[in-house]
Every structure is written in structure tokens, then in C-alpha cells.
């Protein structure tokens, strides 16, 4: 080796250790870098906010996850419990005098790189979809370490993009305004709007247009068990399909672009619910959703001209009825 050779790695392999300490300091990159968080605030629609930390999670019932697409056994406490529990817990604020206010609500996920999710209340209720959603603080029963103290887990995901490492900030968001009537009754078309593409209204015929679904499926009304089966097109394909909205990113390489976002549906009657893109985006949640337009081969009666259907959930309270509105929209620019 030439002094000129030995010289050179010596002043490479400065370089490379420089590079090292300024991405060891400013904590680029993936969610493994440095800068691990030590609490996040939990706040919004929230009578208690407050500030968590590793002490404060293991103050709730531990609960443990060790199926999913990120390889571990997850130790944390149920998000569902966090958000809800009035002794420890955010105690999340309802308003009675709007029906099932609670399926207005979504939570914004954040961590300390800037990665944003969003999980619909509906999506974690135990009487909707009763997801098993965690913040876990420990991974196959060790501190999680590079992913800060505490991280979302989101089991049945198809893929880790809600697995939000290091978290910072949650944040429970969705109207609080009393349910406008619209006056109920038929409706005739739905809009789409918000951040989409296309934007426009929608009837069966035009649905029709797209591929079709059916999904036989059991819900509970009430005292009533509803069991049938419901055809339309998949709200995903629907957003997605240049004959639907078409506005969706659909690239693998920009797949966090989904989690930011959210979709209102709102009935004839100014009922309304939040479904999470990534519920229904078939690399996250891939749940079987419809905009249905007919119900056992015949039509919907009073449910209408197109009504979501949410074959997860328990309950039938996101089966809005009298379409009027989808809406998506952003979690990052509508808050
Ligand atoms: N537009 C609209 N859709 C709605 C509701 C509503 O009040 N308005 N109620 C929801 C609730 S709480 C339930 S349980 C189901 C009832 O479904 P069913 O009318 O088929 O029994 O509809 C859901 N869809
Ligand atoms: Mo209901």
C-alpha cells in the first residue's frame, strides 16, 4: 500500500465516522436512528390531556400482541384504553346529543421524525371494529430502545406503516358541531370532494361502471342482527379508479402518503362517520368496505340510493345510510 493509498482511507474513514456523528446528532433517516423519545402528549378531543411516559403506560392493564406484520411480541397498553379511560387515560370527550359521536373521531399518531398516522375511533371501538390496536413499550419483554420508549402497533395491518416508532404527539381530532339535519330522506347521488382528483357526483349507474363486489355480511342494529349480503364497488377502488375519484396515490415507493388520511362519509341526514384510508388501502388495513347500491339483489329501501358498508364492524353504525358526501381529506392540512 502507497503512502498515497493509506492516506486517502485514513481521510475516507475520517469522512465516513463525520458522517456517522452528524447522523448519530441530527437523527436522519430511518426510525432505528437516534433521537428516541422519552413521552408523548396526548391531547384534542380529550377531557384529560396530559403527557405519558413509560411509567404512566405501564400504570394500565399490559396487553400483548405477537401477531402482525412487524416481527415481535408487543407489550403495551390498548389504545382504545388510552384514549377512553377516565382515570388514566385521555377520557375522550363525547358529545350525547349527536349520535355515535364517537365514529366522528379519528387520532393523529405522530413521532419524533415526523410520521403521522391516523387511526379512526371507530377503527379501535369495541363495538365497531375492535381492532386490537396497542402502544406498546416493549418488544419480546425489552425496552424498545430505538424506537423510543413507546410505539404504535397496529397488528392486523398488511404492512408496518402505522407502526409509528418513537412517538411524540397524540392527538384526538373530528367535529364536535350537533348533527346538521339535511333533511333526510332519499338521496339521490353522493359528491365526492376533498383531496382528490376527480371530484363529482356519484349515483348507482355511475358505480357501475367500476368492478362490483359482494359481501355477504352480520351486523348488529341495536336488539337486531342483520344478516345479508350487499353489492356496490370497493370505496378504495372507487377513490382510486379513474372512473371514480382517481386521486389516490397508489405508488408502493409513497406509501405513508395514505396514513395521513381520512374519509368522512355523511348520510341524507346529516349522520356521519370516519373511516381511515388505511383502513380500507389493501397494504394496510384491506378491509372489505362497499358503497353499497343493493342489499340481497334488490334495492336498499330506505337506506337509500348507496350506503357504506363496514363488514368489520360489530355494530351497523358506520353502515351510513343516504349517502351524500365522501370526503377526504388530510390530516396534516384540515384539522
Ligand atoms: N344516514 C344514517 N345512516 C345510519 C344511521 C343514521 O342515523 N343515519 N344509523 C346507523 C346505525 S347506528 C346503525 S346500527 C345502522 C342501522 O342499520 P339498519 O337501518 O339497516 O338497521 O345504520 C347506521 N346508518
Ligand atoms: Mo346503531
Known amino acids: 500500500m502507497t503512502n498515497h493509498t493509506h492516506r486517502f482511507r485514513t481521510t475516507l474513514l475520517a469522512r465516513i465516522a463525520s458522517i456517522g456523528i ?14 428516541p423519545s422519552t413521552q408523548f402528549t396526548l391531547s384534542g378531543q380529550v377531557n384529560r390531556s396530559s403527557t405519558f411516559t ?15 406484520p412487524v416481527p415481535g411480541s408487543f407489550t403495551g397498553v390498548s389504545l382504545w384504553t388510552l384514549l377512553t379511560d377516565a382515570n388514566g387515560g385521555g377520557d375522550l370527550t363525547t358529545n350525547p346529543q349527536v349520535k355515535n359521536d364517537s365514529l366522528r373521531k379519528y387520532v ?5 421524525d415526523g410520521t403521522q398516522a391516523v ?4 377503527e379501535i371501538h369495541p363495538n365497531f371494529g375492535n381492532q386490537p390496536d396497542l402502544v406498546a413499550y416493549d418488544v419480546n419483554g425489552q425496552p424498545l430502545d430505538n424506537d423510543g420508549f413507546a410505539q404504535l402497533v397496529v397488528p392486523r395491518d398488511q404492512s408496518g406503516g402505522r407502526y409509528v416508532a418513537n412517538l411524540v404527539r397524540l392527538e384526538v381530532r373530528g367535529s364536535t358541531a350537533p348533527q346538521v339535519s339535511l333533511g333526510g330522506g332519499i338521496a339521490p347521488q353522493f359528491t365526492l370532494s376533498g383531496d382528490i382528483k376527480h371530484s363529482g357526483t356519484f349515483t348507482p349507474a355511475d358505480l357501475q361502471k367500476l ?9 348488529r342494529a341495536g336488539q337486531n342482527t342483520v344478516t345479508g349480503s350487499f353489492t356496490g364497488v370497493s370505496p378504495w377502488t372507487f377513490l382510486t379508479d379513474a372512473n371514480g375519484g382517481g386521486g389516490i396515490t397508489t405508488n ?13 362519509a355523511t348520510g341524507s341526514d346529516g349522520y356521519q362517520v370516519v373511516v381511515a384510508l388505511s383502513e380500507i388501502d389493501p397494504q394496510f388495513g384491506n378491509q372489505p368496505d362497499v358503497i353499497a347500491f343493493a342489499f340481497n339483489g334488490g334495492s336498499l329501501g330506505q337506506d337509500g340510493l348507496t350506503r357504506l358498508v363496514v363488514p368489520g364492524d360489530t355494530f351497523g353504525g358506520r353502515y351510513v345510510s343516504n349517502l351524500v358526501s365522501l370526503e377526504v381529506l388530510d390530516s396534516d392540512t384540515s384539522p
Open 252 to 264: 408502493p415507493q409513497v406509501q405513508n402518503d395514505s396514513l395521513r388520511k381520512y374519509v368522512v
Open 108 to 112: 393523529v399518531v405522530m413521532g419524533s
Open 119 to 122: 387511526v379512526a375511533v371507530g
Open 22 to 35: 452528524l447522523l448519530a446528532l441530527y437523527g436522519c433517516g430511518g426510525s432505528d436512528d437516534p433521537s
Open 211 to 219: 368492478p362490483t363486489v359482494t359481501q355477504n355480511v352480520t351486523f
Open 54 to 68: 413509560r411509567t404512566d403506560l405501564q400504570a394500565f392493564p399490559p396487553t400483548t400482541q405477537s401477531q402482525g
